[in-house]
């Protein structure tokens, strides 16, 4: 499953990944859609949840900052994802900021025209706009 929803048939569950990393060879297997309450329901990714989703937002704030860069953004803007399209139009070029524990920020127009600066999933965004993942 990509992170829009659609199917990706390149990894399907049970396969299997083998990296070297010095001495050590890791092999990870795909877990397939019945193993996602078994991981995000677990009690050290319940009680690391906070810091993790406040890191996915930054990585996700920094790869929009990097794909909305002079040359990438009307492919970025073609690719089959629409989630992806939905959050490059809503940041489009307004500036951002990250502060000294690493929290990105984008300066855009509230309602009233007043320039706020919001995290990534504080921006509005239509609700026709696929969810981050697919959820039950």
């Known amino acids: ?6 199917q990706d048939s390149a ?8 990296l070297q990393r010095g001495d050590l060879l890791l092999t990870y297997t795909v877990a397939g859609p019945q193993a996602l309450a078994s991981i995000v329901e677990h009690p050290e990714a319940v009680a690391h949840a906070d ?5 996915g937002v930054n990585v996700v704030s920094f ?4 794909l909305r860069g002079e040359g990438v953004r009307g492919r970025a803007l073609q690719a089959p994802y629409p989630r992806l399209r939905t959050l490059l139009r809503a940041v489009g070029d307004a500036p951002y900021a ?13 309602e009233a025209g007043r320039e706020r ?3 990534l999933d504080e921006i509005p965004l239509p609700p026709t ?3 981050a993942w ?3």
């Open 1 to 6: 499953m990509t992170i829009d929803g659609t």
């Open 11 to 18: 990894m399907e569950p049970g396969a299997q990944v083998v």
């Open 51 to 55: 810091g993790h989703r406040r890191t």
């Open 63 to 66: 790869a929009l900052v990097a």
């Open 98 to 110: 990250a502060d000294e524990a690493g929290d990105v920020r984008f300066c855009l127009p509230d």
């Open 117 to 119: 600066w919001l995290h």
């Open 129 to 131: 706009t696929p969810a």
């Open 134 to 136: 697919p959820r039950p």
